[in-house]
């Protein structure tokens, strides 16, 4: 069974950096798209970034330049390294991992249990 563990969350003031990781289980890591989605407090939850096996990326445009995604094969983990943090960054992010077949329907994949991102302005 697929499992996906986040770490790296917390508090930090608005133009510091944080960096996420996200260890996965159970799964044939390089054969998974991974990637970050996070939800603020009372709006839907938006794709940040993505990574597909062969290390190609997309990022949502309001983290663009702002944000890089890594992937490790060899230790089955993927990173956000997050820059310039803005208060509007704020939320609970969540790292998903889907098979390359279903790239396109990430809510078919495997989802962590989320960590919590604070800006203070």
């Known amino acids: 069974q697929a499992q996906l563990m986040e770490s790296g969350g917390g508090l930090v003031q608005a133009g510091g950096s944080l960096t996420l990781s996200c260890a996965a289980y159970g799964i044939t890591f390089s054969d998974n798209v991974m990637g970050w989605y996070r939800q603020a407090s009372g709006n839907e939850r938006e794709l940040v970034a993505r990574i597909t096996p062969g290390s190609s990326t997309n990022y949502a445009d309001s983290v663009q330049g702002r944000f890089t995604i890594s992937r490790d094969n060899s230790k089955s983990t993927i990173y956000l390294q997050m820059n310039s943090l803005k208060p509007e960054d704020t939320a609970v992010y969540y790292c998903?991992?889907?098979?390359?077949?279903?790239?396109?329907?990430?809510?078919?994949?495997?989802w962590g249990q989320g960590t919590q991102v604070t800006v203070s302005s």
């Open positions: 998903f991992s889907v098979h390359l077949a279903l790239a396109h329907h990430p809510n078919l994949g495997s």
